[in-house]
T-cell receptor
């Protein structure tokens, strides 16, 4: 079974600065998907960024980018120019190809990000 | 375009009772997944429904059951509630797309269940 580990329960960053959230995962599969989700106090899980394992190029969405190291099974999220609205719980998630365990997501424990003005 | 709607938002039940949670998927989505999120933890997959059938199931006991209706909405039922069932229950909808269903997920804001 796949596992996802987020070793930073809490992180803080100054507004306009850059922060990196860490995520490692364990899998024997070669093809899979990785996600970062944001969960604000409203509780709704919001997709931040997604990476397909077969793509070597790191995904980027505006101020959010990932550092995907497949051999090391590492998938970190970098937030540039941090804004107060970025404050939330961030979850790293793994998804196997549909042929194996379908489309279920396996989540890490989360990292609580605080943005200081 | 309505997103995923869950009801109720909060619920308090007594140990041993039964509860039903409801989810309406995003317009155009036909697959519904349920997750349990205990306080301070990441969500755990309960099960997924497509074409009114349970397609996948996580490591949850048979006390947890579900249903999907022809309009794609879904219910999560939990029988014989335990204190440990207290959690946020999240519904996520997605669109079946050939072999790779679940490509994009939209989550609801969840139902906070408290068992006393």
């Amino acid at each position: 079974a796949q596992t996802v580990t987020q070793s930073q329960p809490e992180m803080s960053v100054q507004e306009a600065e850059t922060v990196t959230l860490s995520c490692t995962y364990d899998t024997s599969e070669s093809d899979y998907y990785l996600f970062w989700y944001k969960q604000p106090p409203s509780r709704q899980m919001i997709l931040v960024i997604r990476q397909e394992a077969y793509k070597q190029q790191n995904a980027t969405e505006n101020r959010f980018s990932v550092n995907f190291q497949k051999a090391a099974k590492s998938f970190s999220l970098k937030i540039s120019d941090s804004q107060l609205g970025d404050a939330a719980m961030y979850f790293c998630a793994y998804r196997s190809p549909v042929e194996t365990s379908g489309s279920r997501l396996t989540f890490g424990e989360g990292t609580q990000l605080t943005v200081n003005p | 375009d309505a997103g995923v709607t869950q009801s109720p938002t909060h619920l308090i039940k007594t140990r041993g009772q039964q509860v039903t949670l409801r989810c309406s998927p995003k317009s155009g989505h036909d697959t519904v997944s349920w997750y349990q999120q205990a306080l301070g933890q990441g969500p755990q997959f309960i099960f997924q429904y497509y074409e009114e059938e349970e397609r996948q199931r996580g490591n949850f006991p048979d006390r947890f059951s579900g249903h999907q209706f022809p309009n794609y909405s879904s219910e999560l039922n939990v029988n014989a509630l335990l204190l440990g069932d207290s959690a946020l229950y999240l519904c996520a909808s997605s669109e079946f797309s050939g072999r790779d269903y679940g490509n994009g997920y939209t989550f609801g804001s969840g139902t906070r269940l408290t068992v006393v």
